[in-house]
């Protein structure tokens, strides 16, 4: 099993033998991929970018031979071999992981190529974009067995992250390379929900099986939303080939930054005051039923649908208990009790138990915050809780088996 160390002392032997194997026609050795970013599992790749003056035919013999007389065969080993030339034919916006996210072991590239400017970027985000779009909505418009589908998609949701790392480098001139970071720079629910899974993609895969409408639906949806956010950024004379950023782009990265993703959350309570929650099939927790308001949608008709669609259950919003801000996350959530008019639970994609609950005797992986509102709910408060909730988020503390 490979660790940090050991995949140094192996960049380092590599570079060695690719100077003995091809001496000045070396241009360039550069490492980036999981390793690097310091996101690497255990059975990660090594990955290198190593670029020669040219390439013939014995070249390739050559650098086999590297690769196969390193420690266990080279097996770690992976990444792209190309000449200047080549290089210089690239597209512009595939070079950005050899400008970004790449720790140079030896050369530079800065007389070779120039690095890709802001329109770059974005065009590039807007084909992976376009590309995913076209593949989950052909999945869901046309017969396929989705179980299978949906194993298929682990690099398009790769590429989920590389368009939203060049969105943002395009408009702020910042690469963020961890998928840890993405997260927390980003706000919408949907961007947040498509770097989790690709973050995640070993640990889903029983997830994937038992709900795959669930990712294929998230992939389309997302890609169709950053397709239109990219058409607000019309690389086609606004940004320069350097990258200088046009007042519109950073006017809509500014407006972007400044929204508040807001959820909003339903207390049910049945005849023995007993409140209702759901447990989510994605991670072992229980929480109330909810989500995120859509474009233009009033809170309590928020509410309404994302209860109905979570539980089945027709309600109708008796008052607004809480008001919550968790500036961690950039998020306002809203606490509505509602009153029950009919409907039958029902279990769905989201939640495989739907129980109501003694508030003295919740489970003990309910999520903290949402047992608080509860809480404050219930108490004898005049009027709506207004609260400040820090901390991090569930998932979290589930991963950590603090929850």
């Known amino acids: 099993m490979l660790d940090q160390s050991t995949v140094n002392s192996w960049l380092e032997e590599f570079v060695s033998r690719l100077r003995d194997a091809f001496g000045d026609r070396l241009v360039f050795v550069g490492h980036h991929g999981s390793w690097a970013r310091g996101e690497a599992l255990g059975g990660s790749d090594i990955d290198t970018i190593v670029v020669l003056d040219r390439i013939e035919p014995q070249d390739l013999v050559a650098y086999r031979s590297v690769i196969d007389s390193m420690p266990d065969g080279g097996l770690a080993a992976s990444g792209v071999l190309n000449s200047v030339p080549e290089m210089r034919s690239l597209p512009p916006a595939g070079l950005l992981e050899c400008f970004h996210g790449c720790k140079v072991l030896l050369g530079s590239l800065d007389e070779v190529v120039e690095c890709p400017g802001a329109s770059d970027l974005i065009e590039d985000a807007r084909r992976k974009a376009s590309d995913n779009l076209s593949a989950a909505r052909h999945y869901l418009l046309y017969p396929h067995d989705l179980t299978q589908k949906v194993h298929a998609l682990q690099y398009p949701f790769k590429y989920c992250v590389y368009a939203l790392q060049a969105w943002i480098l395009a408009q702020t001139g910042r690469f963020i390379a961890r998928k840890v970071d993405l997260l927390a720079a980003l706000s919408d629910s ?214």
């Open 190 to 403: 949907d961007d947040r929900s498509v770097i989790a899974v690709a973050r995640d993609w070993r640990e889903t895969s029983d997830d994937r099986e038992a709900r795959p409408r669930y990712y294929i639906e998230l992939l389309e949806r997302w890609s169709q939303k950053i397709l239109l956010r990219l058409g607000e950024a019309s690389p086609h004379g606004a940004v320069s080939h350097k990258g200088k950023l046009s007042d519109h782009l950073n006017n809509h990265y500014r407006t972007a930054k400044s929204r508040f993703t807001v959820g909003v959350f339903g207390i049910i309570l049945d005849d023995q005051r007993r409140v209702l929650l759901c447990h989510r099939r994605d991670y072992d927790l229980w929480n109330l039923p909810g989500g995120s308001l859509e474009n233009g949608e009033a809170p309590w008709d928020g509410i309404t649908r994302e209860v109905k669609e979570e539980t089945g259950l027709e309600v109708e919003v008796s008052r607004l208990a809480g008001v919550y801000s968790k500036p961690e996350q950039d998020e306002i959530a809203l606490s509505f009790v509602c009153r029950s008019l009919g409907g039958e639970l029902t279990l769905n994609d989201e939640a495989d138990k739907i129980e109501y609950f003694e508030v003295s005797k919740l489970p003990r992986n309910t999520v903290p915050k949402q047992v608080e509102r509860i809480k404050d709910a219930l108490a004898d408060h005049a009027g709506a809780v207004l609260k400040t909730q820090t901390g991090k988020p569930s998932i979290e503390l589930v991963k950590e088996g603090k929850l």
